[in-house]
Each structure stands twice: as C-alpha cells, then as structure tokens.
C-alpha cells in the first residue's frame, strides 16, 4: 500500500550509555533499527508513505522494533509476524582514538530463517513505486538471498524502480560471495548506491585516479567507474557515489558523486563531528531516493542526499529523524549550528 | 581449585527500569546471572571459596560475564573460553496483579553448544569438596546433558558431595524429558532441593497431604515424599523441600522442609514483599549448602538456608549479596527492616 | 477509516522520576496521553481497528505527541495539524499518605482553540462503527462543547455507537455547568460509563442505597440508578458504573456493575497495589467497549473491563499496554503475579 | 536574624539508586542534610522565618550543602565558612526484611573540629525566638558539645524558648557519655522531644507501664514519664514522646504523646508505607515547633506534629518538604492518597 | 533590599537529554531561567547581593522556579507570586551541524499578564544600587513593557544605574516594534549591551566597517557605532558590543569591545567549543556589570566580561555558575583546561 | 603470588554526571581507583597477573573497591582489610576553557593511617617479579611513606624489579619534602616513569634544552636528563619521560622518551581529544611495565606505552579497560576510530 517498499532486517541495538566500554555497561540504550528500516523512516520523516517489509517475532520484543517503526510512520502492515527471534547487535560507541565496535548476535533471526514462500510479493508491492533493498540483506543466508531476488523479479514485473545500496559486511560473507549474489542481483537495479572501494572489492572495477580525499577531492575516479557500471548494466538509470575521509577518531569529510544519465556532478564536502556514525548511510540513500522521487536536478538532489547523510551523524540511534527543512538548510550551506529561537 | 564448583550457564538479562513494559523501554538493565551462577555467586558472598564452570564466549559481552562472577570473587579459571553467543533473556518486571514476563533468547548459546570432552573434570575438580547443578542445565540440549554427566560422574569418583536442585524450566523440556532425564542423574545426587510439585510433576510421587499454605502450614506432605525419595534413592543424604505461597502479585510466603537423614524438621514462614524474585531459589541453595558445609544442626540450617531466600526477594538483579551476618540476623527472627545506624 | 474514533485532547505530562516531589525534580518523565487518547491506546493494543480525532500543533512536542499513538497503532490520519501549544499537565506520584498532585497548564491549547468547522466528520467517521467521547472535551470550552456535540449528532446520523465516560473534572467546570451539558449530550448516548457519585453530583439521581465499599460490596444502589438513568434517557443501551474504594494511600478496591439491557450483573472486587492510577478508567472504558464490540456475554464482558482497568494501575504513563490475553488472565483469576517463563 | 535557630551539622548524603546494594551501585544519588539540618527545611517549608548555623567548607561541597539550605528558604547567614571536610554518610535503601544500612564518614568534619570562640552568639541569636539541637550535636566531640552548651546559655539569657530532640546515636557516643552530657544540658530545654526508650536507656526513667503498641496503644507509659521529667527538671514547659511500632520491613505505625503543661493527650496511630524513614523525626520536630509557635491547642498540635512526621516517610531525602495544608490534611483525616485534580 | 535588581520572567526550560531529539525524548531535563535571571544568578555566583524582580504562580512550579534562584542566593523577596503559568520552552541541544531548536509555549504567563500597579517600585528599588532589564522583558506585550518602563523611570528618580541587553528575540516582536520601544527606553540607559547587528537593525546605525572576524577580527566598526550612540543618547555612560562568530557547528569565537566614556578597549578572541550556549549572553552581561562595579579598568573590565561569557559555554543550563577566580583565570589567559588537584 | 604487586591507595571517585559542576549535581556517579591500582587494573585488562596492596575497610564502600579490583582480574588476596575510611575524591569533569576539579577528602584513610608492621612483604612479594609505586603513596603520610620504603627494600632484596612513576602532588606535599623523599627512594629505582618538570623540580636537574611542544617536538632535553638521571643513579636499568602539550582545554599532544640502556627512542606525538583524563598517565605506566615484561624492542616499547595512554583519555573511570590488540593497533597507526564491523 505505501509508495516506497523496503525489504530487510530489523535489529535490537544495545549500546552502553555515552562512551562507556561495554565490560563498564550496567545498563544499555535501546535502538531498533537496521540498514533497510533506516532508509523507510528516513523517507516517512520526509513526509514521504514508506513501508517495511521483514519477518518479525511475535514477542514483546519484535512488538518493540514493530512500534518503533509505526512511531515513525512506517507502514508495518506488510510485515510477517512469527519466528523465535530478533537479531541483536551490540554497539560501544568510541571516542577520539577508540574504534566503535560492534558484537554482533544476529544469526537465526526471525527474517534471516523466513522461507521465501512466506512472502506474498503481489500483496507488498500493491501501490508501490520504489523498492529499496541493501547488500546486507542477501547476505543473512540462503533464505533471505531468494528472498530478495523473488522481491526483485517481483518488483521488475511491476515497473517498480529498484534501488540497491552495496553495503558489505564482511562479518556476514567473504567479498567473493559478496561479489557473485550482487553482480546476479544488478541486473534488477534502477539507482546503484556504492562507493568506489565496494565497486572495486565486489566488482572489479578500478577507477582511473586513486580515491583523494580532503582539502582537495577528486572525483574523477567515480566518474570512470560510472563508465565501468553503465557498461556492465546498461539497465542502470543512475548511480551514486558516496567518499568518506577520516580526519581524527570524531571527524569525518563525507561527500558523494552522481550519475543520473545525463551528467556527472558531485556535492560539496562536509566536515563531520560525529555523535553516532550508524545509519548515515541509510540516511544518504534516504535522501537521493527522496530526490529523485521529488524530481530533483543532478546538482540539487545529490547535496540533498549528501546533507541527509551528514545531519545523520549528529543524531543518536539508527533512524534519521531529519525534516526536509532541516536537510534542506545544510544542503543550501548553514552549517553554523545557530540557535534557532 | 575452589573448594565448591557449580555448572551451568550465565546468561545476559535485560530488563526495563522499574515496572516499565518491554515496549516502553528506552534503556534496559544490563545483569549476568543463571542458576548455578547465582549458587556460586551467593556462597562465595557468604566467604567460602566457589568456583564455576562453563563456556563463554570470548568477546566484551562474555567477558563483562566474567567480571560479574570475578567481582563478586568467584574462581573463573575454569571457564572455557569461545563459541559465538552468551544465553540473554528479557525480564520485565511485574507488579502488583501484572506478572512479571521472560522473553527467552538462550538457544545457540555458547554453553548449550559446547562438547563434552572440552571439559577437563579432572582439572576442574582438582580440590573440590562439592559440586552443584540444577536441572537447568541437562535441559539445556544433549551435550550440556552429556557435559552434567561427566560432571555428576566424576565428582563421585573423587568423593564430591553432589547437590542438585531440580529446578524445572516448561520453555527449556517437556515434564516426560525432564523426568526421565533428572531420574537418570539422581542416582549421584546427595542432597536434593526441590519442592513438592516438582516431586510430583517429575518423579510421579503423591504427598501423604495436600500442600497447604499460610496461614496454617502443614508439611505433612513434604515428609511423606521425603520417605518416598529415600526409598527410591536410598544413597540421598539430605532433602530439602521449599515451599511457596503467593498472597497478592507482590507478596509472597516462603518456608522449607528438611530432612537432614536423622529427622525432619521445618522453618517458620515468611511473608516476603518482592523486589526481584529471580534468583531467590538459588539463594535458598547456596544458603543450604552453606549451612551443611558449616555444619550447622537441622533447625538452625533450615532456617539459614530459607532466611538467606527471603533476603534475595529485595535484592535487584540474579546474584544474592548478603552476608552471613544479615541472614543470620533474619533468620534470627530481626526482619523489622530498622535503619542500621 | 478506523472502526473505533475517539475524539478528545492528547496533552503533554510530565512528571519526576518515581515519588519525587515536584521542587525535588531535576528531570521530568515524558508521556503523551488523555482521557479518550488513552482508550483509543488501549483497544489498539488490544488489536482493534482504533483513531483518534483533535487538534494538534505542527511543532516537535506536537509531533511527538502524534508519534506516541502512531508506535500504538492507533489511526492519526484525521487529526488536524495546528494551533500553537498541546496542553500541559504536571503530575507527582504520591505515595502512602501523600496524594498524587496534579498542577494543569492545559489553557489555550490547540484543540480548545480549534473552530468546530475544522472538523469534517464524514469524513473522521467514514467506515467507523463506535464513537467514544468523555466528559473532559466538552468541558475544554465553548468551541470543544460544539465540537462534540457535532461530532455525537454526525455519529447519530451515521448509526454509529456513541459511549460517554462522564468523566467530571473539578478544575475545568463547575457541576452545574457540566451537568447542563452532559444533559444535553445523553440523548446521543448509547453506552454510558460512569460512577454513583456522577450520577448523583450531574443528574441528582440518588441510589437506592449507600455505596457500601469492601468487605461486602453492595451493588444495589448502583442498580436503582441504572432503572432511573434509562428512565429518563430511554435509548441508552447499555449502563456502566465503576466502584472505587480507597483503603490506603497505596491500595483501592475496584469492581463495576453492568446493566446491558438484558439483566444487572457486577465483577467481583479486585484490591489493587498503585503503581500509576491514571488512565485506569480509560482503560476501563476500552475494556467494556472491547468486551461489546466483541459480543462478551455480560458477566464476561464486565470482569474484562475491570481486569483491564485494575491491570492498567500496575503500568506506568497514561497508555493502557495490556493485551487480551494479559486480561483475561486477570479476568479469569490469576492475579498471582508469578513470573511467567 | 530568622525567628528560628538550629545549630548542628549538615552532612552529604550518599545512596545506591533505588534498593541497590552499595556494592550494586554505578552512581550515588546526592542529599544534604542533618538531623536539625532538616528540622529548619521543614520549618522554613511550613511557611517559618527559619535558619541553620554551623561550620561549612568553603570547597563546592560545602557550598552545595549551602545551596540546598538556601533553595529552602533557609537563612545560612551565620554560618560560618571554613575547616576541611563535609561528614559523608552512605546509605543504602533497604527493603522488606532487608533493612536499610548507614556508613559513617563523618569523623573530623568541619563542624566536629570547629572552635567554640569562632560563634558570635550574639550575633546568631539577633531576633530569635526559638533556638533547637538534637542530642547529635554534643555527641560530635568535646568542641561540639561545647558549643551546643554556649548556644544554650546565650539563647537562655536571650529568654529564647530551646528545643532539643535527644536523638540518641549509638554510633557516636555510648549510653553512659550520652546520658550524662544530656542530663548537664537539660535544665536549658524547654520543650523536649523524645521517646521512652531514650528516656529510659539516657535519664534512667521506668514508665509505668511497658510500650504497647498497635492494635491497642498505650499512652500511659508515655504520662507516667512526663511526671518524673518534670519532677526533675521543673522548669520544662513542654514534653513530647513519640511512638514507634514495626509491622513488617517496610511498614511502621507511629504516634506520639503531648504533655504541654496543661494536660496530657496523644494522637491517633498511623501505619506507614515507608519510602524513606531518614529525617522522619526531623519532620516530627519541625511540626510541634510550629505548632507551638502558632498557638496551636494541645490535640492539635500533637496531630500536626505526627502528621508531618508520617508524611515526611513519603518523601525522598533528608529534608520535609511539606507544606502546612498537606499536613493539615493528613492531620485531619484525608490519607487517602486520591489524586489532587 | 538587593544591590542590583534584575527584572523580568523566569521559564521553565525543557530539554532532552544530551543530543536527543523532541520526538526522542523520554524524559526532559528540567531547568529554571530566563535572560534577567541569569544575569542575577551570575552576579549572585560572583558574591554579588543581587535579587530578581517578577511576577510568579503560587504553585508547585512556579517555587520550584523561586527555589532555583534562592539556591544561587538571589533575593526573591520582592517577587509578586500568583498568576496562573510559568512560561516554558522547549530547548532541543543540537551538535555539529543540526542547530539547537527553540520551541517557545510563554504566551499568557503569569509575568506577561501582571499589571503594572502590583509593583512597588519604591519597595523594589530600596538600598538599590543598579537595575538591569533586557530587551525581552518589553517584548512580552503591552503590560510588560509599562512594567519595564515604570521601572526605568523609578530607577532613574532613585539615581541607580541602569543597564540594558537589547537581546532582540525575533520570535516575540518585528523589528519595527522592538526599535519603536526600545529607542523609548534608551533615555534612561547608563550602560547599553549589545552587537553590530542589533545596533543596526533596531536603531538604524551603521558600522563604518563591516563586521570582520577571526582570524582578524577588526573591531573599528564597532568604535564607530559608539559614537553615533552617544550622540543620540548622551546620557549613556557605558557601551558593550560583543561579537560572535561561527566556526563551525560546535565552534564559535567570542570577543567584544568596551567603551567606558574613557576611551575605546577590546578583549582578545576565544574560541569556544560549546557545551551550552544558552545563558552565555547574560554571563557576559553579569561580567561586565560585576567589573563596573569592581571598579576594574577598562581593559580588564572588557577581558573579565568575556570570559565570563566564554566560560558559560561549558556549563549545562541557563545559569552561570561561575567563581570570580574562574573567571579572572580565564581573563587571565588559562584556557589549558588542565585539571586542577 | 601475583607476577606483579602495585601498592598505593584506592579511592572512592565522586563526580557529577557529564560536564555538570558540583553544584548541579543530585547524583555522582562512582569510580573506585588510584594511581597504582589504575597500574594493576591496566596490567591485568592486558593479560597479565598483576595484584594491589594496600588497607581497605572492612565496611561495604571498602569492599566495592575491592570489588571493582576483583572484576577487572586484579588479585586482591594481599590486601589488608581494617581502618575506617576510605579516601574520597570529587571530580567535576571540565569542558573547553574550563578544567576538571578535584576537591580532596583523603585525610586518615585506612591505609594513610595503616601501620608498616602490618605488611608481610615476604608473603605480598611471593612469586612476584616486578614491584611498582607512585611518588603518591610515601606523599600520603610517615606510615605510608616508611611502607613504601619496606616495600622497596624487600623487593630488592628478592631481587624484584622496581618500578616508579614520580607523580607529584601538590596538595600533598611540598616540592621540597617530596625532593627529599624520591631522591632516598631512588637508589632502588629500576625503571623510572617521570617527566622533564617532575625531573627539574624535585630533583634540580635542567634539561639541555627547552621542552618544545609540537608541532615539532624536541626531545634532545630529555636525552640530556637521561645522562643526569643515570649519573646520579647508576642501577637505573630504563628511563621513561613522558611529554603533554595543551592545544585547548579539550585537546592535548601526548608523547614520550624512553632511554633502554640501549639507546634513546621517542615515539611518535598524538592529538588526543580528551574525554577523561584522570588515570592516563597510569596507563602509560602500565604500558612500559607490560612491553618491558614482555620483550617489547625499546621503539615498540615507547609506541605501546604511548598508545595505551592516549586510548585511556576515551575511556571513563580511572582504571585502563584496554586489551593489547587495541593498543597494537593505535601504537601502530590507526587513529580512525572507524566502526569495528
């Protein structure tokens, strides 16, 4: 019934309070949340009717992640209700010089074990236009791979636009697994969110200049790899490519270029403070995605999508609770932080 | 090396704050605990030299298991350390007419997963006096059934005395598979914790009476199984039989029975407002064996053993800290609850 | 859309952590609620089909106030957008013999200030089949009154159900002011949720009897006023009356009659530890209007709205987060409170 | 300056969250307060010109301890800034049978070790009225006792009406020390607060008849001390002796006798949920100072007193913050604990 | 009473924890503060006898807002209690590029409503040396800017100097409304506080350069605006313009420059990372008043007054809890940061 | 019976929650920690046994110091239990320009306060290879400086390696007295922890040149205080001068000197953004001691030592919760603090 569809995991995140170690945690913070259901609530905080679409446990604890979405106006009616379990994955926030790290529990979750047969993909897609799905997905095992190409075939049948974000994990599969499940899903893809270190472990493709970051990025790497990508797949009407620089352990630049079939542009670069760098991603695609559905020009769209992802980081939790205003006034260059009373 | 070694599984517990239910949760209370653990936990707060034995993963989550048992001086040196994920259950804490709710996330654990030949009894019980289980852990799958075995078996080649508290888990077996399995380890047991249900429910044994509770407490039917028990298992040295009574949600009564091999004799009952009921049975136990390795005469045992359970009811979290002082003073008849000052 | 709207004021309370007094507060407990908020909530959660209709300011804490339905599953696709502050109450949870206290903040909210012909009651009652309002919205003020007695007249015309909790507020209106109006509200009414003491206060009916509260209850004044009530508004359909006694700071009894037309039945008596007494009527009122919508034979249906009221007292905020099941077990007998794993 | 004068220490508070054990605790919660600390709070809440002398470290403890008086109301214009340390006293929140337990830190603090030349007693006592300490003053060292003993004299020659509460503390002295130093400042008092334990174990009285409590109180125990103390210490105006019952760990009845000179009578008897007993007796104090001070008649004075004493055990922290219409209200009968809305 | 009387509304500020979203928010922390206000805590924190005129409800509420300010040792006598609210915002901690959000809900406060003739200006004003007032208070309507007016002139007719923060809040009137009544209050200004771009906007004045910040912050523009001030108000004795500018999200500089009718100073820049920057204007404010009448130099005065502000920054709240010594240690040069033990 | 023995004081740490100042504070949060239990916490969170020394009451606040000892691995068999205090200290965590606070509270500790005869350093030093001291413990008192001396003495004598960090304090003694004590503590000094200001100030010893900070380091003054060093203590096996810079109150430059006996290293400098910066030279210490031990070549050594002190400025508490691999990966260049996924 909702315009956009996404397909994925929704997870329990715990994580110790601020900057606690976990063997220091008496207690942790609550987030539901994951790659796919970020990308859904950052498009209905955008105003935009998005759904999910995932295998859920019944339990109070699956109720939990269920109500965590409705709170953001996601569509959870398409939702299976069964199985034993949520995946759990465990975050301990860094600070300067310490990584964050990430324990991850997620094996034998409810979606993860989902048959695919379970899936009524007629039902899901009705009214849709967009379908949204990552590389994490296909990557939670045999079920969930079928799973995600029966959504795609299903989705192509319906003239439905496909986007794919890359996303590997090397947690849940080697880059050979990784690379062989997505060349056989690109051919389904409409947009292609990646980055060039993803297209070139997964795919082979090298850039025609070294990724260079801040002061002074150059971008013409992605464009060659744009090249590369519409080569293999043809079907792709546009591709996006985010850059990531580490500054220090709390600094970022973060920036991205895009190919949207009749030019190449790319954003300018963010410095980042980041308070919670999990799903700054998911808010990225959120914001191309709500771009492009918006009918956005090259230019606009891409600082759109970029600014969704910056603001990201300033945001605890998962979800990227960002209005359109707010994306809107960083994408057009006040950065400053004012108070606004 | 510690002269009291239990086994079985630690699991994470997450619970809301206060009374708040799972879906309202926005933090949850972070506690390591099971069965056995708590034992351990208990005896070694009452200064004797406990040890427990399992396996634990060996990321920040088990190791935050760990320091748990090391903080409250718990011998660890025995636990192997690997597999890929520590038991968790969710525990919402009732009130009033609301009961409390366990969501189970245990299966796959590291515990339940183990071999049995990675176990080195030998070394484990390298100066052991007593050994404890419940039957929580045979419940577990067939390995840790196998692993409780090994355990039972070579304690008494080297003369342990073997405690065992029945300890009957509905989500974990069925009553048949409990049964069949607890009767097949009772043959190594020497002093035997349950209660009059469980007796029934798993052994098929009638009480002479009904059970009747508070405020007339009549443990008639505690000493017809008693005699029914020893017949059984003639090798049983010494029976302990709990008994329960719930008033209203929060308030409950609690006594116990005990047949020491030269007579039968039971505590006065006490009327318990809970603050956290998890863990008092394992209270209960650590403060019987206490009582028997100390050598205490029936009377004043028993009601050690079930003062040392009745404090556990106002104590947040699975381990019981007390001290030998505060139950002797509850046992001694002081639960006015006046400021020490 | 939804089966079920209740049409009322969702307000902003907040509140200090556990029993701390308000000049104590470094932090207050956020919760979004209102009277008949709270029992659209509840039947939500009891998996009906519920919305809510009001008025709500575009900003943040209006927002959050529409999320905290939307994460119920409560419709909030009729609620109006606008006006420029959501109500306020304050509430410090007593305890003992010190009196919750509430200090309200509520003038001028958006929906005491919204115009009647912002509503489009075809619309909000399109394809609904219950109506529920209380006394409280028509207490808001001259436009509130309007609006309510427009929404009960678009109901009528509709064959909706109309249920009215009477609900009297001391600090919004006099007794004669709210008896005048809930007068002329009656004749819309087809169930009516009430206490003796309203009955008598708004419409001078005197009970037969005394309200003669625990050990012995007796519910026959109640049923005297149940024959004048249809006496004098003949098409009420069905008559609900509450039955609250205090016995401690902590402690009330609580039980109801019922007259549903066919006969005069009454729960049994329930006494009740407080953890949070508001929002145990609304959950009252959800569990009588479940209990009809669900075709409960009388008996049955009065025990479930009085389990789901006393079960509501064990739950912190103003939302009733009960499931069916959770009730009838109350409503059934098992008010033990044992942990359930 | 202010009517009233309480001279004695004020001391930080340390307690584990909720009922946690000390070795439980992550974080402390943070109170200031003192036995006549306290008794000026509750009388500057009541609406009283009240004010607090003793020595406090000019570091950010002191001055929080400062601050808290003075969020009151409370004059600390004479206290004098200086010395090392603030006494600290750990607390830890007991339950049910557990009860609570105090850690003493309060050695060498900065009232303990003060000099008595450092008070300007005339200065201090400008435009009082009514001077109060408590038998923790004296018991602090040889300087404390004797500025207790100069307070006294001043306020005598000042015709200032003295109040002293002899608040025995086994941890500070022994019966034998306390006895005799209270014997030495008792022709000073004018209204005594205490208890028939204390009068007994300090001045060596026998009441006629033993302490009988709830259900049947009886009182005359309580008279029959009245007549020796103003045998021997005639110039006593006025005498008051609480009464203290334990139920279980959690629940008190408390009540109290009054002999004001003209006659003797007692209160009613309250049972007591109690969610913090510390400063309870404070509260009590604070009510019959102002009860005197305002001209209440003997019956209603002595229910004022316990009322403010028994709703003191509803509020966290050392300090009463209680307003003369709460008490009134409990004084009056209303412990109910009804929402106020 | 007080030397220096501030005169406006205090507020009951709300704010999720740390960088938390509205619609995150499951608690709020709750401070007490208002532009005025935090200009008297400030002084009071400097060991200043300031006091806080305004008018506030009698509830619970409105004294924990008095409590607030006792606790910081301001006067509140001369408060006028009663009224029905406390205005209340709604502050939202913003990081890195998200800015702070204001949510304001002070419309028909209790101070707002007052009417002129419930302040005794004669009683207000005694043994007062300075009066403060910012630009907010005549903002709040019709009956607040009499208020500040009466006040002014009462002030002027005792001889006490009177200074005035412009602070223009966009949110409360238009620029045109709030030149109209401001350029009326000049006339009784001594020291004016203020910027570049209020100057201009309110009063039309233009720099003779533009505003040029770090690295080279060139403050002619400001001496300019000084002299055309003075030319149109002669009787001001003293004018503050401060200067602020962005770094970054988290970062700002701060700086200002003094003329004290001697000659024309500027303090050096300091680049401040913000913890919270409300309040930092009113600490800068209570600087340079507690330097004026300290006597300090101009440079000194300047350099104090700015540090004061800077050091506002790091502290969670409205109000600055700062020492002289602090802050002279910062004016000083010591921004290390160093712990100090 | 530990490899490694640390002797010192623990303490109990206080302090507000985040950048709250002491005034602000109703709850602190508690570390339990000390120069060199911060040592022997580091070295067993890094796989090695290592074990503290020391007094400790007996009471429940002593026994949750020991407790933390317990959880972190650290062997807490050697403590002598007794004495009635534990010293305190108060920290308030600073924030840009403004610093930490520490106010003390440690006078007549247990162990300050503890007799040299009650150490039996033949039992403490039992297997022990390796003995470490702060120039705090002999700071604290006669008693405790005459038990760091047996100490020193005993471990020589078993030919214990000894290790000391010079860690003056200036609240605890004067330049000269601590000058006097190091310098006849030194000759049994193996491996020396100190800094150029500590070497000059306590010892007189100039550098050869000035320390310059970065951006360009200059250790040559440091090699110069080696030869010092050396020269005047000839048993002197390694020498570690460690190097901070302030860059603003947030951010420090941390570096160090390591002289083997080999030759002279520096490593490399880092920018820390400091989070907590209490305990950070303890994790330096802690790692030389652990590449020491473990055969570390000196410039792996130094970058190991280095890393381990920077990583702790991102962590909470006192004591380092570091592993080897993390510190590897720092000392080895990565900074990024990218999430570990």
């Not at 409705?70 to 010089?97: C, H, P």
């Not at 996303?167 to 893809?189: C, F, Q």
């Not at 410095?271 to 709500?290: K, P, Q, T």
């Amino acid at each position: 019934m909702a315009r956009i569809m996404a397909l994925g995991e929704i997870m329990l995140r715990l994580s110790p309070k601020g900057h606690r170690r976990f063997v220091q945690a008496g207690e942790f913070d609550v987030v539901y949340g994951g790659g796919e259901a970020n990308v859904a609530v950052g498009l209905s905080n955008f105003g935009m009717d998005a759904g999910f679409v995932s295998k859920i446990p019944q339990h109070e604890i699956g109720q939990a992640a269920v109500n965590e979405l409705r709170k953001n106006g996601v569509d959870t009616s398409r939702i299976i209700r069964g199985g034993a379990r949520l995946g759990i994955y465990f975050l301990e926030t860094g600070a300067a010089q310490r990584p964050s790290k990430v324990v991850y529990d997620r094996a034998n979750s409810a979606f993860a074990l989902a048959e695919p047969q379970e899936f009524d993909w007629d039902a899901v897609f009705d009214g849709c236009e967009w379908f949204h799905f990552s590389g994490i997905t296909p990557a939670l095992g045999k079920n969930a791979a079928q799973i995600c190409k029966d959504a795609c075939a299903a989705a192509k049948k319906k003239d439905i636009t496909v986007s794919c974000d890359l996303n590997y994990r090397k947690n849940l599969w080697t880059l050979e697994e990784a690379g062989e499940m997505m060349k056989s899903l690109m051919p389904y893809v409409d947009v292609l969110i990646a980055n060039q270190e993803q297209v070139k472990s997964l795919f082979g493709m090298e850039a025609a200049s070294a990724e260079i970051k801040e002061p002074n990025v150059d971008y013409s790497g992605c464009q060659s790899l744009c090249v590369q990508l519409r080569k293999t797949w043809p079907q792709l009407d546009k591709i996006v490519l985010s850059l990531r620089g580490s500054v220090s352990g709390d600094d970022n630049y973060f920036g991205a270029a895009y190919d949207d079939g009749t030019g190449f542009v790319h954003s300018r670069n963010h410095l980042i403070h980041m308070v919670d760098r999990v799903g700054s991603g998911d808010a990225f695609s959120a914001g191309i995605i709500y771009a492009i559905m918006n009918g956005y020009p090259a230019q606009e769209a891409i600082e759109f999508a970029v600014a969704s992802g910056v603001l990201k980081h300033s945001i605890e939790g998962d979800g990227s609770m960002e209005s359109v205003e707010e994306v809107k006034a960083l994408a057009g260059g006040d950065g400053s932080g004012k108070v606004q009373r």
